[in-house]
């Protein structure tokens, strides 16, 4: 660039951290981390949702502590029924004399479980699917095209209520039924990219170093679709954490006394009129939560995708 | 000289980055008549951001700040946006390196000169159609009836920048900035191309802005050439007496170019003295 | 060391077939550098491409040191024949520094003391070891190039195609790699096969060169004839015109500025 930065020189960690010369293999990695860091942080609503995402996690690790009381077995059923907030309940207890703060710290883990699992099943199919489709190109392309097509036309809950309904509820079955549905758009995403990286010329220079197909595609096409994938992945985990929530909603998801937001707000609802913290409560949980992601999801994006930024 | 037409007297451009401000431009007078001026640097030398700051162009986050920036008499920092956007397309005209991102892919050349010309002057469709096939026939179309129905991606690159040429100069503009018009352009291809605007200019008496980073080329199309170094000028000088430039750095520029007349091996390569930038 | 013997290549099929390549012939001695030349559409680089299996041979054969290339070309083929290409911004994989872009080729041949033969690389094309752990985005366009050329040298190739290696370069880092380039030949003793639009980059840097166009090759000179300009056709003398700088037809010889 033309003429001088203006700017004062930093020093310290944040020096060694932005050098021109990194020294090693991890402060080239350390430094190009902060920079993502420092725009990310430019994002005040980024931010927030990533204090939501990390809240739940902690909450989820640190339950048994913060809990105050078992998420499962409840109180007095005479006296401590549908109790509304108040000191020694936070949120108010439910129908089964249960403290609603607890079961909803406990059934962060639910949550957590099934959003973390599904991102586990889920990406790697649609990274590798999309991948090998994209590079190779011909029938394998047209196959594997097809399979997604056939997958996304699947309405993603209607697809899991069949799949709950074959295999039982549960809510193992719930998120593979979700996993399952959730892929395709993640293949279509790394396909587009890949259609885009396989014919630069650094994908030709290390085939031209005799580099295998299983080469390029994991070491040069999967890094270049990850960044991507992640920020849909993020912004995806609403719709992943309402799935199961609606799933449990129905009766088909976690059972019964598992403390799933979802299934918490389905007996909620029996008492919506004069009770209704019994809902609100775990409602509220899932809004935040889904928040928190998409919050999040959009300063990722911002951040590894400028392409897609507004 | 009489009036200039562009007059620019301590054009900055700066940008405010995360990483801190960069000025691209920093300083840059010169006056244009109606003649043909050639601007030279090498990549980040700030030319092309002086092009575009003149027609109000830089882009985000950029800032423009300048003592003076009149066009005719108007001042162009301090114009109603109304005023800039009757200069911008209808006076001053810009063309730019690629036709490819220049033309729009999903309407006929034919249409997009019309309504470049329709946009800047009270015309009929019938008035304008003949006009966009006259300018069309001016850049030395074979078959000016034909190219008028193709959409850009049907034609060749030579073609879409002559295209590109005629929807720029069928407004009749008085000041011309071309950006590295031929660069994408085989050499054969661009000597035509640069053969027709020399035409133009002359036949119509327009001001160019010819902004290039081929020192050779620029020498021996221009009348006037400045040489910019990281956002400053270092050297005017007209282009016939380029071979007698005083700075080292034009020196130095027009050394380090293997020509077919003279075999020096090693080539001479640039030693930037910093004391160029200050 | 390279004989191309009726190269054609030819791409699709039925309305959609192009000629990319036409029955093109051309030998290089080993240690020689030879230049293509032409236009865009000409075909010297689907040429290049057709030698290191980036193109289809659709006719002809691609000799190198005696022996015809297989398709696929074999891992031999990739330790004797690399390439550098035109864009180094588009040549160099966003996300990897330097040292993985320069270990990658070391990685896929087994070959070992990849930290020695990193250093010795960089330190060919004229950078030094602060460079090792640089990204792309980190080097100026002159410094792309080299680790490009570095990226080639790695496997110790006996020939390097080169396609259009200066021109998305400023002048002065151009002038810089060709003279990387010159030396790197002499003292490696590699063979060249340079593709460029322009006249004087291939004289410089090479000593036989083949006009071409429309996939044809037109004419075959050393740069000796170039220089001094004896090309016969026509069209080889339009490109040595071209190449001097506008000329205004109208205005008397003696006032345009000749090259």
């Known amino acids: 660039m033309a003429g001088a930065p203006l700017a004062e020189q930093p020093t310290g960690l944040r020096a060694w951290l932005l050098s021109a010369e990194p020294h090693s293999r991890w402060q080239a990695r350390l430094g190009r981390f902060y920079l993502g860091w420092r725009s990310f942080t430019k994002n005040p609503l980024a931010v927030v949702g990533l204090g939501v995402v990390i809240l739940l996690i902690l909450m989820a690790i640190f339950a048994d502590v913060i809990a105050p009381y078992s998420p499962v077995a409840g109180g007095d059923l005479r006296t401590q029924r549908l109790l509304p907030p108040s000191e020694t309940f936070w949120l108010g ?67 899991a209520l069949a799949f709950v309904a074959a295999l039982g509820p549960g809510i193992e079955n719930a998120i593979i039924a979700i996993a399952i549905t959730s892929w395709p758009p993640y293949a279509r995403i790394a396909r587009a990219e890949t259609l885009m990286i396989r014919n630069s010329d650094f994908i030709a220079a290390v085939r031209l170093q005799g580099a295998s197909t299983p080469r390029i595609i994991l070491g040069h096409v999967v890094p270049l679709c990850v960044s991507s994938l992640i920020v849909r992945v993020t912004l995806d985990m609403a719709g992943i954490i309402l799935t199961a929530a609606g799933l449990g909603f129905l009766g088909l998801g976690a059972q019964p006394p598992m403390p799933e937001w979802g299934a918490m707000v389905a007996t909620g609802r029996n008492y919506l009129i004069d009770q209704w913290w019994v809902a609100a409560m775990p409602g509220l949980a899932i809004f935040v939560v889904s928040l928190g992601f998409n919050l999040l999801g959009d300063g990722l994006r911002d951040v590894l995708d400028p392409k897609a930024a507004k | 000289m009489t009036k200039p037409l562009l007059d620019v007297e301590d054009l900055r451009v700066r940008f405010h980055l995360r990483t801190g401000t960069v000025e691209a431009v920093r300083g840059v007078s010169f006056q244009l008549g109606r003649e043909r001026l050639g601007i030279v640097g090498e990549s980040g030398s700030g030319k092309s951001q002086t092009g575009r700051a003149i027609l109000g162009l830089t882009p985000p986050p950029g800032e423009v700040t300048a003592k003076r920036l009149a066009f005719d008499g108007i001042d162009l920092l301090t114009a109603s946006k109304r005023t800039l956007r009757h200069l911008r397309g209808g006076r001053i005209s810009m063309v730019m390196q690629d036709p490819k991102y220049s033309l729009n892919p999903v309407m006929t050349i034919g249409e997009q000169i019309i309504e470049a010309y329709q946009a800047h002057a009270k015309a009929g469709r019938n008035e304008a159609r003949d006009k966009a096939l006259a300018m069309l026939e001016a850049v030395k179309m074979r078959d000016p009836g034909r190219v008028f129905s193709l959409y850009p991606h049907e034609v060749s690159g030579g073609m879409g920048q002559r295209a590109m040429i005629a929807m720029m100069l069928v407004t009749e503009p008085d000041l011309l900035i071309a950006d590295e018009p031929t660069s994408a352009l085989d050499v054969t291809v661009s ?25 050779k080329l620029v020498s021996s199309f221009c009348d006037r050439v400045l040489v910019m170094y990281a956002g400053r000028v270092v050297e005017e000088l007209e282009a016939k007496n380029l071979r007698e430039a005083q700075h080292p750095y034009t020196q130095g520029l027009m050394r380090c170019l293997p020509t077919l007349a003279n075999d020096v091996r090693p080539l001479p390569t640039l030693n930037r003295d910093p004391s160029w930038a200050l | 060391m390279i004989d191309i013997q009726n190269l054609s290549v030819v791409y699709g099929t039925g309305r959609l077939r192009v000629d990319a390549v036409k029955n093109v012939s051309f030998s290089v001695a080993q240690g020689a550098a030879y230049g293509l030349v032409g236009e865009s559409g000409s075909g010297k680089s689907t040429v290049l491409r057709a030698i290191c299996g980036l193109a289809p041979i659709s006719g002809g054969r691609v000799l190198i040191d005696g022996k015809e290339v ?38 896929i041949h087994g070959e070992k003391d990849a930290e020695a033969r990193i250093l010795q690389a960089l330190k060919e094309v004229g950078l030094g070891s602060s460079f090792r752990f640089r990204y792309p985005h980190q080097l100026s366009g002159g410094q792309r190039q080299r680790i490009a050329i570095a990226r080639a040298l790695i496997l110790r190739p006996k020939v390097l195609l080169l396609d259009e290696p200066t ?93």
């Open chain 1, 93 to 159: 207890t439910d129908d089964q004399a249960r403290d609603i703060f607890s079961r909803l710290v406990h059934g962060s883990r639910i949550t957590l479980f099934v959003v973390v699992l599904v991102a586990l099943i889920a990406t790697p199919i649609g990274l590798l699917v999309g991948t090998v489709s994209g590079y190779l190109g011909g029938w394998v392309d047209t196959v594997l095209m097809r399979v997604t097509d056939i997958f996304l036309a699947f309405p993603r809950l209607v697809l």
């Open chain 3, 70 to 107: 297989t398709t696929p070309r074999s891992k031999d083929f990739y330790r004797t024949v690399q390439m550098v290409f035109q864009d180094p911004y588009a040549s160099l994989h966003p996300r990897h520094t330097v040292d993985r872009t320069l270990s990658e080729p070391l990685a």
């Open chain 2, 191 to 215: 000597m035509e191309v640069l053969r027709i605007l020399d035409e133009l200019v002359s036949e119509r008496g327009m001001g160019l802005i010819f902004i290039s980073h081929d020192l």
């Open chain 3, 167 to 259: 021109s998305a370069l400023d002048a002065s880092v151009q002038a810089e790699i060709l003279n990387l380039l010159d030396d790197l030949r002499r003292r490696l003793g590699l063979t060249y096969i340079l593709v460029s639009h322009d006249l004087a980059v291939v004289a410089h840097l090479c000593e036989r060169l083949l006009v071409m166009r429309h996939g044809e090759a037109i004419e075959e000179m050393t740069a000796e004839a170039l220089r001094s300009g004896k090309a016969s056709n026509d069209y080889t003398q339009s490109l040595i015109q071209a190449s001097q700088g506008f000329t205004r037809d109208s205005h008397p010889p003696a006032q345009a500025l000749a090259g």
